[in-house]
Structure formats: C-alpha cells, structure tokens
C-alpha cells in the first residue's frame, strides 16, 4: 500500500499561483505513475496531470496545459504540481494518486492509492 498526503493549497486571486506537494511512503516500488485529480462541488473527479515516476514522461488535461507543470523528486518521493495563471474554475479539492501502469492515466480507474486531498480556492 501506497500512503500520499497532499500539502499545499488555500485560498488565492485569479491569476496568482500556487504548488502542490504531494509526499509518498510505503510500498514506492509498486508505482510507475503518479496524477493529480481534482474534484469541485458538485461534479466528478476530474484528471489534471500526471507522470511517469521513471522517466519523467507527462500527460496534462487539456484545460491546464500551460498553465500547470507536474513534476517530481524521485529522491524525496515527492510528487508536485505547479499552478500558475489561476482561474475560478480551477477551484475544487486536489487529489494526488499512485498507480503501477502508465496507461489511461486520465481515468481515476487507473491509480490505486489515493490522498486524503487538499482544497484548492482562486477567489478575488
């Protein structure tokens, strides 16, 4: 089993930023991606981002592209998500997910272990 707990978020104006952290322990060798969903109320869990713990390989949302960066510190096991050029609708709780295979990363049916999530509000 994979433990994750997100850090990071808060409240923040439309167009400021933010970084996510998400810290990773227990069985880490069984990982091979790891994403980043968000959830905003009222609609479903929705994939922003994720990459390949290996070799660094990315895959983002469409909705985010330029605007987040998902990258990773193999050596902390640490998975982060930078946020720049934050919109209203970027508000919703952000989950970090641990899966073993590096395909249909964009379906929350592929990641297996879940954070607890962090609350993400771009509000003027």
């Known amino acids: 089993q994979v433990q994750l707990v997100e850090s990071g978020g808060g409240l923040v104006r439309p167009g400021g930023s933010l970084r996510l952290s998400c810290a990773a322990s227990g069985r880490t060798f069984s990982w091979y991606v790891l994403g980043w969903f968000r959830q905003a109320p009222g609609k479903e869990r929705e994939f922003v981002a994720a990459v390949k713990w290996t070799d660094g390989t990315t895959d983002y949302a469409d909705s985010v592209k330029g605007r987040f960066t998902v990258s990773r510190d193999n050596a902390k096991n640490t998975l982060y998500l930078q946020m720049n050029s934050l919109k209203p609708e970027d508000t919703a709780v952000y989950y970090c997910?641990?899966?073993?295979?590096?395909?249909?990363?964009?379906?929350?049916?592929?990641?297996?272990?879940w954070g607890q999530g962090t609350q993400v509000t771009v509000s003027s």
């Open positions: 997910a641990a899966g073993t295979a590096y395909r249909s990363v964009w379906r929350a049916e592929s990641y297996g272990s």
